[in-house]
């Protein structure tokens, strides 16, 4: 891993936008957050930040690429617990665990920003909005945990795919890393898989029905939305469980019914 001493501006100032898209952040507070230590690293695609029963001293914010969180069972099965994104904090729990009960990697090359457990326990103990904010942050991730699982348990195939697509597009617009319904998603269909619980050809055939369906379409690491209504009415997408914070005069609009 490739470190920079110390984080630049503009990367503190996207951990102050992120964090300012769960709740309410005043002056005050966002500087505070840009006073965090903060270590940039670059990140080859297959890289472990963390694995299951580690304990760490750092947790993890995405400036770049694509992480997950996952289990590997001893099969040498593999199941993908979350995905992350540019503006995510994948491992912020782990302030609070002894040692971690899921493994993070990196999907794709990645940029991360790397802040001292310490830094964050202080900073929380100060200001409580900040706790707060953060906080909700790990509700949302529970959150959607839950909807994960609600689909692996429930939803056909066709349809747990569908709100993935659904969930990724909404956060993905919400972070401005999306245009006009497309965006770049450069996962495997191996990843896909062991997101959605389904073998490679199965992804394989229900892509072809989304773009079939007229739908969506994968297609060379770009996802592109061609019909937001189908979509949603398909996997009867319903994104309040995100609780995307929108700031006053904010003009991003996140698709959600």
Known sequence: MEGVPDGSDSDRERLVSSLARVGELGREDRDAIRNLPLVSRDLAK??????????TSQCCFVLDGFLCRYRMLLDGKRQILSLHMPGDLPDLECIHR??????LGTLTPSRVGLIPHRA????????RRIGAVLWRYTLIETAILREWTIGLGRRLAFERCAHLLCELTARMRQAGLATDGSYQLPVTQTDLGDIL?????????????LRMAGLAELRGGTVTVLDWQGLVDTSEF???YLRL???TGSRVQVPIS
Do not use: C, K, M
Not at 46 to 55: I, K, N, S, T
Not at 98 to 103: G, T
């Open 98 to 103: 002894d040692a971690a009960d899921f493994s």
């Open 120 to 127: 964050l326990v202080d900073l929380i103990s100060a200001n």
């Open 197 to 209: 619980g389904l073998s490679t050809i199965h992804v394989n055939r229900v892509l072809r029905d």
């Open 245 to 247: 914070h929108q700031p």
């Open 46 to 55: 297959g890289v472990d930040l963390v694995r299951v029963g580690e304990r």
């Open 238 to 240: 319903d994104g309040t």
